[in-house]
């Protein structure tokens, strides 16, 4: 009877891990948002924090060891990996390219790069320090999705498959991964007002058939960012998969998403799609 309950609490939970509460942490994306802010906070707590920029300006910024890295280039990705001694305690994977446009006029190269920024490039520099991580027995691995992952939407569909993409490779991974002590988390940000609106990539035609829905869709998605969440809400909870003994597969803010993931569970599909765009002006 107790070995029969002791595997129910096995399954119903998730594994407990070996606490991290020091060492070195790669923070991906560590010059604006939510990068930014992971890495000052990481700082505090006194691990040593690299963090990453395309084209960093100076070596430190506030205690973060700022390091070059471009998620679009293998050979960068490489580079960087190369350049990190040691295991990596905490691993978050969170820079990213918002891309937006009609599906048909995506230009493929365009695709190519978002997927290569936003989901192969993460799981190649996952794949080149998880050894380390392996051989150390502990580690948080974090994924910064989106919401737009676990509910797609018009003109956001290749940013929304990236991160549906990024979401289903970290389930697997965590799986892989639990029996060396290591945790990894989907971090799925709602609008969170960091002005990721200003660097969004746009593909439309202005004379082409989509280009006033998408005006429309744009307008009411820029303004649900700008009055989104603080970064520091969305990284209060990003911490938890750092802090809790037992990480969750996954962690979401903003967007109101404790009652859309509620409203997802209960609700059929299309009057559930329909509520997401009409929050879009669709
Ligand atoms: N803000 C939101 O409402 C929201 C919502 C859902 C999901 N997210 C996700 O949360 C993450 C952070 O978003 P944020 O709002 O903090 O964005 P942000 O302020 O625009 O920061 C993006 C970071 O990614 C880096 N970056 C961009 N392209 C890169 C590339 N090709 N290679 C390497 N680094 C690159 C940028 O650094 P450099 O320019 O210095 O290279 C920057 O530090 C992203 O993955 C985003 O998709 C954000």
Known sequence: MANKSAGLAKFLRAPSLPPVRSGTAVVTGATSGIGELVARELVERGFKVIGTSRSPQKDQVNGIEMRQLDLGNPASIEAFA???EGPVAVLV??????????VEELPLDALQRLMQVNFTGHVDLTQRLLPAMRAAGRGRIIMVGSMLGSFPLAYRGSYAASKAAIKAIAIALRREVRRFGIGVSV???GA???GISLRRTKYIKSDGPYS???DTM???LDANEAK????QGLVAELFKAIDDKRPSAFYAAG????VAFSAQRALPLEIMQNLVHRKHGL
Not at 93 to 102: D, I, L, R, T, V
Not at 228 to 231: F, N
């Open 93 to 102: 994977n969170n820079a990213g390219e918002s891309q937006s446009g009609p």
């Open 187 to 189: 971090v799925e940000p």
């Open 228 to 231: 989104g969440i603080s970064t």
């Open 255 to 258: 967007s109101s998403a404790p």
């Open 212 to 214: 006033a829905e998408f």
């Open 192 to 194: 969170i007002n960091t």
């Open 218 to 220: 744009i307008t009411n």
């Open 82 to 84: 190369d350049s990190i």
